[in-house]
């Protein structure tokens, strides 16, 4: 008899799609799918993603992850897997220009993403279809990733939460974004280094308008929110991060997710509180503010019970259109302006200054994947500010996808600059 009540209890914490573990970087329950597909963003450009969905179940929340400058999708697989175990949908793209990030055509695509993903759970066939909650959406972002994150949360206020890993700004973008930023944001830090700018995104933290949680995973290097991550990233970002290092990022930022997309409690101790609070690895910023849980966006029909529900399209949530703000011109790759130009440039979602140096020590391949970023990212920013620009709506695979409005861009600035 005990033996029978152990299985139905397993067989009910797998249906309900709830985290398994007795801490959030565990491993969840769920069987997990991953496919490839290439996604619209609009304009007729698609981006290479990884889908990874839980196999039974849904509607479940939806994630999309973007990776830093000089990456891809592929230092992403492993937080894929372990989201949807946990039962969420994780969307990876491999951004258009790895090598010539632009965060602000970048946050789009991310936000693009997330209205195929919606119009996809309605999409007969889809790997998608009856696994994506439209209500419940957020974005996590690495490096370059995490400012593109930033904007994206600045944006588009029906996003649940923006998660942003040892991210770095560029050019003051994020600076400027981060106080109209009203979307929960997890600010995750790693050491100060030339890959971060030397912490650059720390000043920043304390601007963001709603609620915020930030933290500093001790000693940890640049890429240690990667996973996995490579010998490139780290001979140019401070080494190789330690296992302990690695589970602090994923811990902290599946908590924060769990929390305020899935009001789970389990989670709430580990988002500034007592969990957090008696962890050696980390170091909570004092200026961490709003976090009263459950979070005042939870609603009665979240938690992990939902995510185990069949999926019942609902009209008004999964075609409304995302609340938008006016995007920084989109057109031309993205470039620091004069005063950071003096400044290490992120690269390996990370970045470096200097003079060129041979690659043969870690500083060497910073230097050169300094130089790598300038190159790619040097004065679009002062040639965008003097254009005035309407972008069309990104179009869509399907009739079923929320279309964005126009972004509306103004002369600003210096038309000599």
Known sequence: MRGSLQCLLALAISAGGGPAGAAPEDAGPLAVAASSVMAPV??????????????????????????????????????GKHLASRGFVAIIPTSRAPAQPNPPVDSDDMLALIAWARAQHQQAGSALQGKVDGARVAVVGHSAGGLASALAASKDSTLRAAVLLDPVDVGGAGATAAPATKVPVAVLLGEPSVCNVQGNYLPIFSSFGGARLGLKVIGAPHCAPEDPSDGLCELACGGASTAEQRTAFRRYATAFLEAYLRCDAAAFPYVGGAAAQADKAIALLPQSQGLALPPAGCAAA?????????????????????????????????RPDEALSASPGPGCGCGAAGSVAAPTTGLGVALLLGLLWRRSAGSAVRRAQRRSCSIPSPSSSTSASPRRGPTICKPTGNPSA
């Open 42 to 79: 609009g304009g007729g450009t698609q981006l290479a993603t990884d889908l990874y969905v839980p196999q039974t179940g849904g509607p479940y929340p939806t994630l999309v992850l973007r990776h830093g400058f000089l990456r891809s999708k592929q230092n992403f697989v492993n937080w």
């Open 302 to 334: 979240d938690g992990p019970a939902r995510d185990g529900a069949v999926a019942q399209p609902d009209a008004v949530r999964l075609d409304r259109a995302p609340a938008r703000e006016a995007s920084a011109p989109r057109d031309g790759p993205w």
